[in-house]
């Protein structure tokens, strides 16, 4: 079996490395002459509208999936004509719009901070007026690791920011206290089959995913699956799906979701019986789900610019090292190392040395 | 870091995809215009003795390493020239050669079944007087799986039977009445480093290995390492071996050394801390080398001919598929199954589900 994935990134590198001992071949669609996921498979090399691309991507292929989800709406259009495409074009145009999104949230009666949509500094000015501050500006589209977004405190944040954030469709929300941020990685079969990863805590820098640590028997984990499964059965989603909340007073306020494999689940590719990418795969390609059950306990750390010394990290006992062949850049992601120890203690500790490494 | 495989087959495909996340990439010479690795690296279409593709190889990458022992030795002497090569020109000198072999064995005490070089019928005849009969006449060189060699039990058995194995230098070696195959796999680092793998027993059918399961605490693993470490020693050795043992009357007899990561190894991609192809990677590129700890219990079972549907292996419970991508072919290996349970009860429940589906 042959599976295109729009773009070539990480993601794309991860799901080949976990396809292609299920026997399946890959085809990137990516305009970056260096994609890393390049050497895992076929790398046609054009843009996201290239329609003689896209056609040839889908005569070459079984199935199309994405790694990110700000694919034009266009682009999955043109290519659901040919193949089929998981997830589908209803899901990818709900995750891609934080207005679309937050009001799915909404109707299927999940709780998520106060939103209002802005197309006008007016809008804005009146919507701050109404859910009160501080709130967050967040561009609807396109916006991914804190970029496309402001904090607003003060009234002074709030003039002139419709314009700062390039005058396109936004939406204001409003800031909730959370003691913690989480998220759940769910999969879904083309039959309807679903199964959840544990909870996973994450911790942030500069809007920046740095740590993802999985749970042990998080007391939310249910009220988690409930809204998950809302949202998947609502879209009739097939693959992976990351949802992002907030914890606030005990419960959870739904933050966002992602339409595709997700940096809080890379952990499971030592720390769950089957990975986040693995079971993507199996999803899309209409084969049985794997088990989500952790093997040991599991943290991932981000290598943000640079990946430390590679006989450094290969060097901490329980450290598995993701590489993602990127060159250095400020504020990219360019690898991760998982962490999968005997018990939380020993976890607690190796965190903390891979730390170290990060730091120094 | 570019890794140059002299060799494109399930080994490399394996080795390329335990190397990526470590940010290695990867160059195959082979000639074959289907190699299954050919997917996950540049691939190099050339015979083992092309000097002007070599050179191409050897000014391409950073090191040298190999996926099968029968490389000729002008082929690695050549590449020494101009590139590191691991593992050596002689530990692959020795390995390719029965009789060298062997007689590595009997010079380190390492208890071995009786042998003869036999250059002639004379010389077989003569052997089979001394040995007595049953007893084995195996090609000095590249037999695998069971191939090039002929179990001999009657005088007529023996009759001609030199000419009928090619007139080539052969080594005749006793029959020893063993009650099981066992495998240590080892990895040493390019400083001396050594770690081993627990024991395995292994299950032949036809000269070819069907079935591989990780040890629990078996009485003989510090025998089977302190017999192993003779060898790494004494070649100088960096990379990961293998080292076949008959068991005989509660004791080990060395059959054969494999320069490489080896077949009876592969449970080790899920059923160990580090693989056995992660850890090669590390010892030749200079890494400290991974825990080689089990994680669970593990079994191994090859798909000969062809994978059985991927949609039935994957539905099995604590089973990872590893799908070669190669065609189907009789008596070849195209696939692998590793089975990682929580026990030993557990794990060879799955094993006869595994065995149902390949045997239907």
Request: proline content about 5%.
């Given at each position: 079996?042959?599976?295109?994935?729009?773009?070539?990134?990480?993601?794309?590198?991860?799901?080949?490395?976990?396809?292609?001992?299920?026997?399946?071949?890959?085809?990137?669609?990516?305009?970056?002459?260096?994609?890393?996921?390049?050497?895992?498979?076929?790398?046609?090399?054009?843009?996201?509208?290239?329609?003689?691309?896209?056609?040839?991507?889908?005569?070459?292929?079984?199935?199309?999936?994405?790694?990110?989800?700000?694919?034009?709406?266009?682009?999955?259009?043109?290519?659901?004509?040919?193949?089929?495409?998981?997830?589908?074009?209803?899901?990818?145009?709900?995750?891609?719009?934080?207005?679309?999104?937050?009001?799915?949230?909404?109707?299927?009666?999940?709780?998520?901070?106060?939103?209002?949509?802005?197309?006008?500094?007016?809008?804005?000015?009146?919507?701050?007026?109404?859910?009160?501050?501080?709130?967050?500006?967040?561009?609807?589209?396109?916006?991914?690791?804190?970029?496309?977004?402001?904090?607003?405190?003060?009234?002074?944040?709030?003039?002139?920011?419709?314009?700062?954030?390039?005058?396109?469709?936004?939406?204001?929300?409003?800031?909730?206290?959370?003691?913690?941020?989480?998220?759940?990685?769910?999969?879904?079969?083309?039959?309807?089959?679903?199964?959840?990863?544990?909870?996973?805590?994450?911790?942030?820098?500069?809007?920046?995913?740095?740590l993802?640590v999985a749970?042990v028997?998080?007391?939310?984990?249910?009220?988690?699956?409930?809204?998950?499964?809302?949202?998947?059965?609502?879209?009739?989603?097939?693959?992976?799906?990351?949802?992002?909340?907030?914890?606030?007073?005990?419960?959870?306020?739904?933050?966002?979701?992602?339409?595709?494999?997700?940096?809080?689940?890379?952990?499971?590719?030592?720390?769950?019986?089957?990975?986040?990418?693995?079971?993507?795969?199996?999803?899309?390609?209409?084969?049985?789900?794997?088990?989500?059950?952790?093997?040991g306990e599991s943290a991932m750390l981000?290598?943000?610019?640079?990946?430390?010394?590679?006989?450094?990290v290969?060097a901490i006992d329980d450290c598995h090292?993701?590489?993602?062949?990127?060159?250095?850049?400020?504020?990219?992601?360019?690898?991760?190392a998982t962490l999968r120890c005997k018990d939380m203690a020993t976890l607690q500790a190796k965190i903390a040395e891979v730390e170290q490494l990060i730091g120094?």
């Open positions: 079996m042959k599976i295109g994935v729009i773009g070539g990134g990480q993601l794309g590198r991860m799901l080949a490395l976990a396809g292609t001992p299920l026997g399946m071949n890959f085809a990137f669609l990516d305009p970056a002459p260096d994609a890393c996921a390049a050497p895992l498979g076929e790398h046609l090399r054009a843009d996201y509208g290239d329609q003689d691309h896209l056609r040839q991507l889908a005569d070459e292929v079984d199935l199309v999936t994405f790694e990110f989800e700000s694919v034009p709406a266009e682009t999955v259009a043109f290519l659901s004509q040919f193949v089929p495409v998981y997830p589908s074009a209803e899901a990818l145009r709900i995750a891609r719009d934080r207005l679309f999104e937050k009001s799915l949230f909404r109707d299927l009666g999940i709780p998520t901070p106060a939103f209002a949509d802005i197309l006008s500094q007016a809008d804005l000015d009146a919507a701050v007026a109404s859910i009160g501050l501080p709130a967050v500006l967040k561009t609807r589209t396109l916006g991914y690791d804190g970029k496309g977004q402001k904090v607003l405190r003060t009234a002074q944040d709030v003039a002139g920011t419709f314009a700062e954030l390039g005058s396109v469709p936004c939406l204001l929300e409003g800031f909730v206290p959370f003691t913690g941020e989480v998220s759940l990685v769910a999969v879904r079969g083309r039959d309807g089959e679903t199964r959840f990863y544990p909870l996973v805590h994450n911790t942030h820098d500069s809007g920046i995913l740095r993802s749970s028997a998080h007391p939310l984990q249910a009220l988690a699956e409930d809204y998950v499964a809302r949202v998947l059965e609502k879209l009739d989603y097939v693959g992976v799906m990351a949802f992002e909340f907030f914890e606030v007073d005990g419960g959870l306020k739904a933050n966002e979701i992602a339409p595709r494999v997700h940096n809080s689940g890379h952990w499971t590719i030592e720390g769950a019986e089957c990975s986040q990418f693995e079971n993507h795969l199996r999803a899309v390609a209409g084969l049985p789900l794997g088990s989500t059950a952790k093997v981000n290598f943000i610019g640079e990946v430390p010394a590679v006989g450094k290969t090292l993701h590489h993602y062949g990127k060159a250095f850049k400020v504020g990219r992601k360019v690898g991760h120094g």
